[in-house]
């Protein structure tokens, strides 16, 4: 479903990837994982499009990605794409539910669709009793679990995470993670998560190592 072929990224002189090449399947739970300046970001954002690289190409449900004209790519994707960060980026004056609904808006759904498909994924999140609240009045696992929500509205053949359990205590990362698989489990996603945390690369499908800007290890389990 994701392919990325020869998969090259230099800033100046630093040659940060190296030629990565790599398939993800549908349903699977991978986990990208490496020392800090591996370069492990970077692959994620040209995976998911927010970054090109220098050569490679990344093909996603069938479309060459990088050969897509910018208005297209920004649509397909809102569609195709859903992003996790570390840190959540809700926005801070409106509620969980606004700030689900807002990638389907952009999407151009019908607002009714929209708004009844993110409360169904709030609620599947455990965020049932909180829909109408500020980010500010959720705890760091309800606001993560909010962007997860937010990555998922427009059904995303894939999403990325960048650590999305890097700021959270450890219960709340587990919670964080066997989440994960619950929704892989009810909906089908494909979730590729760059992480430090050793539980959850040990809970993957896969675990890709990156050192050096090479995968040194592409481990199924
Ligand atoms: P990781 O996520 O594995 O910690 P990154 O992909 O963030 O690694 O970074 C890999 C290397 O590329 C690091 O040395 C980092 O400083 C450098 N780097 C990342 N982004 C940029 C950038 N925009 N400009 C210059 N150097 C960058
Ligand atoms: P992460 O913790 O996810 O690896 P970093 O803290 O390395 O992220 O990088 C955060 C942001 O800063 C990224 O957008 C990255 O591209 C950019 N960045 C990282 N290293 C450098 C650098 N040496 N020069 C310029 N930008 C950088």
Same mark, same amino acid.
């Given at each position: ?14 040659? &940060? ?12 739970? &991978? ?19 927010? %970054? ?31 992003? &996790? ?26 607002? %009714? ?55 959270? %205590? ?23 998560? &760059? ?22 290890? %592409?481990?199924?389990?």
């Amino acid at each position: 479903m994701l392919k990325a072929t020869g998969i090259k990224k230099k800033y100046g002189n630093l040659e &940060v990837l190296k030629g990565i090449d790599l398939e993800i399947a549908k349903g699977e739970v &991978v986990s990208i994982v490496g020392a800090s300046g591996a370069g492990k970001s970077t692959l994620l954002h040209i995976l998911g499009s927010l %970054d090109t690289p220098d050569e490679g190409t990344i093909e996603l449900s069938g479309k060459d990605v990088f050969k897509l004209a910018s208005t297209q790519l920004a649509s397909f994707r809102n569609k195709e794409i859903g992003f &996790v960060f570390q840190f959540h980026n809700l926005l801070p004056e409106f509620t969980a539910l606004e700030n689900v609904c807002i990638p389907g808006y952009i999407g151009g759904r019908n607002d %009714d669709d929209v708004a009844k498909r993110a409360k169904e994924l709030l609620q599947l999140l455990g965020l049932g009793a909180r829909l109408d609240h500020k980010p500010s009045a959720l705890s760091g696992g309800e606001q993560q679990r909010t962007a997860i929500a937010r990555a998922l509205i427009n059904s995303p053949s894939i999403v990325f995470g960048d650590e999305p359990s890097g700021n959270l %205590d450890s219960k709340n990362a587990n919670e964080l993670h066997n989440l994960f698989f619950k929704i892989r489990e009810e909906l089908g996603h494909t979730f590729v998560i &760059v992480t430090h945390n050793e539980e959850f690369a040990a809970m993957a499908d896969r675990t890709l190592e990156i050192q050096d800007g090479m995968v040194l290890t %592409d481990a199924e389990k």
